[in-house]
């Protein structure tokens, strides 16, 4: 694929297949991300990819975590709100999803539904869990989003799917119940990887972009 097509098809999977991923699969979208830049070349992240029974597990004591109603305790600190103009395109995202995928607004048995998918992570085969060093400054998660940017892409260049998912990063505790991901790390998100279902309504849904003029401002050019 040309480098625009890998852009324009990468989406948020919220439906995946039964089908495996395999391993040189993950080794060959961990190397291509890995070519993502950093400050100094520190190259802060670190990922660990989870499969088979093991993914199971962690999404099952997730989605168990999320209902028992306890608190999140993230290793990073994650947005109680957004200003404005962020907060409604994040109500609009709801809103037209939750439309596609016709649950109503008074459906609160299908949005709870929903929002256990989220931590179940849609029921994807490999959980990929990003970290960093504890401590650091804030330029270390930028890096490490440049990183799962590029997971992201290099995932969509071998058809797989992909979602971001704040949710398998909400209770690490049950996350190091399952895999040895080392205390003095902080899990910052992790990425939901396998084979997308192309028929389901959720994997036809496109978020909408802002216009080039509300983001880009040139000077002298």
Sequence with gaps: MQYTQVVDSRHSCR?????PVSRQQVEQIAALAGKAPSWGNTQ??????????????????????????RPQEPDITMPMGFE???????????RSLFKALEIGR???EKRAAHY???FGAFGAPCLLLVTVPKEQTSYAVFDAGAFVHGLCLAASSLGLGTVILAAL????????????I???????IGVALGHPNPEAPANLFRSQRRPLEETLTIFDL
């Design 169 to 180: 990063a909400r209770f690490p505790d049950e996350v190091r119940a399952v895999v040895p």
């Design 84 to 94: 404005e103009g962020m907060a409604q395109r994040y109500k609009n995202l709801g």
């Design 106 to 108: 008074e459906d609160a």
């Design 182 to 188: 080392p205390a003095n790390e902080d899990m910052v």
């Design 44 to 69: 802060p992240w670190k990922l660990y990819a989870v499969g088979g029974g093991k993914a199971e597990e962690i999404r099952r004591r997730l989605v168990d975590a999320m209902r028992s109603g």
């Design 15 to 19: 439906s995946f297949s039964d089908a």
């Design 116 to 118: 256990a998918n989220n």
